[in-house]
């Protein structure tokens, strides 16, 4: 797997931009306000791809161990990995 990572806020370290989304063959993003954020701001870009919601709190801290295993989890189901 080739993955990008990319946050949707403006103060994000690093910020999704529109050629993330092109470049994307599955979106997945933690929480539901993340997805309507880039229908928001990508609306063309989405046209044909879906955002999978992993419903995961984006409350952790930087690599939380249980952060790790609630994506890999989720991530996994999501790809049927």
């Known amino acids: ?7 949707t ?3 994000a370290r690093r910020s999704v ?3 993330d989304i092109r470049w994307a063959d599955h979106i997945l993003v933690m929480e539901h306000h993340h997805k ?3 229908k928001e701001k990508f609306r063309a870009e989405l046209a044909h791809k879906k955002i ?6 984006d409350d952790f801290q930087f690599m939380d161990p249980d952060l790790v295993a609630l994506i890999e989890l989720r991530v ?6």
């Not at 996994?76 to 990995?81: E, I, Y």
């Open 36 to 38: 309507d954020r880039l």
């Open 17 to 19: 931009n529109a050629g």
């Open 1 to 7: 797997l080739n993955v990008r990572s990319a946050g």
């Open 76 to 81: 996994g189901m999501v790809l049927g990995v």
């Open 9 to 11: 806020s403006a103060t």
């Open 52 to 57: 999978h919601v992993l419903d995961i709190p």
